[in-house]
């Protein structure tokens, strides 16, 4: 009998080195969770995810229940919109215990697909130099 391993469609961030990679780039803020992203320059590549939830959030059981419900949204939905050799990184915040699995799938398909405004540059305030 031959066994049958299915490939995910989406990669795992799993050392810190590349958790701190993904940092430097850019920041998409929402209601539920802050979303990292990096562009890796492998347009051929799966992207890759990763998952952080710090230990202020609750306890060991609240921590791995707001990683599995973010990991099974990327799963169902999520990891259609990413874009491959992209890198993410999801930071939980607390609010991912109590949201429906509906906003937090909806969530994380809008901050896939909402990029980052560029900040202007070469403007100051008021009264510098």
């Not at 992203?37 to 590549?45: A, G, I, L, T």
């Not at 999520?78 to 993410?88: I, S, T």
């Amino acid at each position: 009998m031959t066994k049958t391993v299915r490939q995910s469609a989406v990669g795992r961030l799993k050392s810190r080195p590349q958790f701190l990679f993904v940092r430097e780039g850019e920041r998409r803020k929402g209601p539920l969770f802050l979303l990292e992203v990096r562009d890796r320059h492998c347009p051929d590549e799966p992207p890759r995810v990763g998952f952080t939830v710090t230990k202020k959030h609750g306890n060991a059981v609240e921590r791995n229940r707001m990683r599995r419900r973010l990991k099974e949204a990327v799963r169902l939905s999520a990891g259609f919109a990413m874009e491959p050799g992209h890198d993410y990184v999801v930071v939980a915040r607390r609010e991912v215990l109590t949201a429906s699995f509906d906003a937090l799938q909806a969530g994380l398909r809008d901050r896939i697909a909402t990029r980052q405004k560029h900040k202007q540059q070469g403007r100051t305030a008021p009264g510098k130099t």
